[in-house]
T-cell receptor, first 113, second 116 residues
Framework: AQSVSQHNHHVILSEAASLELGCNYS??????LFWYVQYPGQHLQLLLK??????LVKGIKGFEAEFIKSKFSFNLRKPSVQWSDTAEYFC???????????FGTGTRLQVFP | DAGVIQSPRHEVTEMGQEVTLRCKPI?????LFWYRQTMMRGLELLIY????????DSGMPEDRFSAKMPNASFSTLKIQPSEPRDSAVYFC??????????????FGDGTRLSIL
């Protein structure tokens, strides 16, 4: 069965620090990968997605993620975080032929000014 | 452009009562998903529909939970009877083009359910 692991449960950073959130998945076939963000009290919103092509994908608000197939990873990065990035971040994966998304348990990011 | 609309936003009720959560997907979207989010278990997929037909309900916790999609613009998730452990935020999401699994899901604002 597919699964998604997010190893960082809670990350605390100061503004301007660099961010990297880990995401690993278990599935041997072709996958689509997503990062969603959930700001406090709000619904999930798409940050970025990968389904083919350049393994380095850029999303909204300066976020990017790199798909490394050999490592089954899709880590999220941002070179300089802002206080407004405080939120929960979810990695998700589905296989090529299904609509069913498997979510990781999420990483809570707190950014202090 | 209206997003996914869920109602109610908040629901507080006593255990044993019937609870009905409602969702209106984005117009033109073919697939609809119901999720439950808790601190302990994170975000869990309960059930999803393609073209109003339930495709996978393996995440539905037990027989007390049921979901319907009578038409393309409306779905309900019902809990009867409700229990305190059902307290969670329930999200509905929709996506277009069934089978095009690279399409992102669009989430509603959720229903925060508290069972006393």
């Amino acid at each position: 069965a597919q699964s998604v692991s997010q190893h960082n449960h809670h990350v605390i950073l100061s503004e301007a620090a660099s961010l990297e959130l880990g995401c690993n998945y278990s599935y041997g076939g072709t996958v689509n990968l997503f990062w969603y963000v959930q700001y406090p009290g709000q619904h999930l919103q798409l940050l970025l997605k990968y389904f083919s092509g350049d393994p380095l994908v850029k999303g909204i608000k300066g976020f990017e993620a790199e798909f490394i197939k050999s490592k089954f990873s899709f880590n999220l990065r941002k070179p300089s975080v802002q206080w407004s990035d405080t939120a929960e971040y979810f990695c998700a994966v589905n296989s090529y032929n299904t609509d069913k998304l498997i979510f990781g348990t999420g990483t809570r990011l707190q950014v202090f000014p | 452009d209206a997003g996914v609309i869920q109602s109610p936003r908040h629901e507080v009720t006593e255990m044993g009562q019937e609870v009905t959560l409602r969702c209106k997907p984005i117009s033109g979207h073919n697939s609809l998903f119901w999720y439950r989010q808790t601190m302990m278990r994170g975000l869990e997929l309960l059930i999803y529909f393609n073209n109003n037909v339930p495709i996978d309900d393996s995440g539905m916790p037990e027989d007390r939970f049921s979901a319907k999609m009578p038409n393309a613009s409306f779905s309900t998730l019902k809990i009867q009877p409700s229990e305190p452990r059902d307290s969670a935020v329930y999200f509905c999401a929709s996506t277009e083009q069934q089978g095009m699994s690279n399409q992102p899901q669009h989430f509603g604002d959720g229903t925060r359910l508290s069972i006393l």
